[in-house]
T-cell receptor
Framework: QKEVEQDPGPLSVPEGAIVSLNCTYS??????FMWYRQYSRKGPELLMY????GNKEDGRFTAQVDKSSKYISLFIRDSQPSDSATYLC???????????FGAGTTVTVRA | EADIYQTPRYLVIGTGKKITLECSQT?????MYWYQQDPGMELHLIHY???????EKGDLSSESTVSRIRTEHFPLTLESARPSHTSQYLC???????????????FGNGTRLTVT
């Protein structure tokens, strides 16, 4: 069983739509939860991180963590064509401080 | 603008050749990493280093080797390339423990390796 499972997508949405991205994880020892964004032919870059259950907002982005269900989500409001990218969830293992990544979801926002 | 640089961006090479993928960072980070990324698959850690003369193997077994003689430089070498090595290789660095909240990974733009 993979440590982190990410909804595979791809997703194609019209400009202005809400994008919902989801991951589940199996190890309750995970403690930090991150979302990386990767544009085509670029390396991933950190978008958001959180370490507690609940919601964290940053502009149009909201990261949500439910530790009881081992479920994390990223919501993008008022999506823009510039949000077109692959989004990777990543979770830090507390036993060895290494990241486990999801396989990524590719999002295309149509103008 | 990325402060971590990988060369070459693309490499097509024949089976059996020795190759070195270069990675340099200007941020003074002690921690550096090599990940392998295939389409539709998770990033897999293949090597990491926590400082000069320190290298460790990651989660994914790899026939590649790494060295860390200088803080800013973390090259990856394949002694004899094979088609199974075809992949994208991403180098990253961090100030503190990997990705721990306030210490994100900074990635280079990758080297796409094709072995024919």
């Amino acid at each position: 069983q993979k440590e982190v499972e990410q909804d595979p997508g791809p997703l194609s949405v019209p400009e202005g739509a809400i994008v919902s991205l989801n991951c589940t994880y199996s190890n309750s020892a995970f403690q930090y939860f991150m979302w990386y964004r990767q544009y085509s032919r670029k390396g991933p870059e950190l978008l958001m991180y959180t370490y507690s259950s609940g919601n964290k907002e940053d502009g149009r982005f909201t990261a949500q963590v439910d530790k009881s269900s081992k479920y994390i989500s990223l919501f993008i409001r008022d999506s823009q064509p510039s949000d077109s990218a692959t989004y990777l969830c990543a979770i830090l293992r507390s036993n060895d401080y290494k990241l486990s990544f999801g396989a990524g979801t590719t999002v295309t926002v149509r103008a | 603008e990325a402060d971590i640089y990988q060369t070459p961006r693309y490499l097509v090479i024949g089976t059996g050749k020795k190759i070195t993928l270069e990675c340099s960072q200007t941020m003074g980070h002690d921690k550096m990493y090599w990940y392998q990324q295939d389409p539709g698959m998770e990033l897999h850690l293949i090597h990491y280093s926590y400082g000069v003369n320190s290298t460790e193997k990651g989660d994914l077994s790899s026939e590649s080797t790494v060295s860390r003689i200088r803080t800013e430089h973390f090259p990856l070498t394949l002694e004899s390339a094979r088609p199974s090595h075809t992949s994208q290789y991403l180098c990253a660095s961090s100030e503190s423990v990997e990705g721990g909240g306030n210490s994100p990974l900074h990635f280079g733009n990758g080297t796409r390796l094709t072995v024919t």
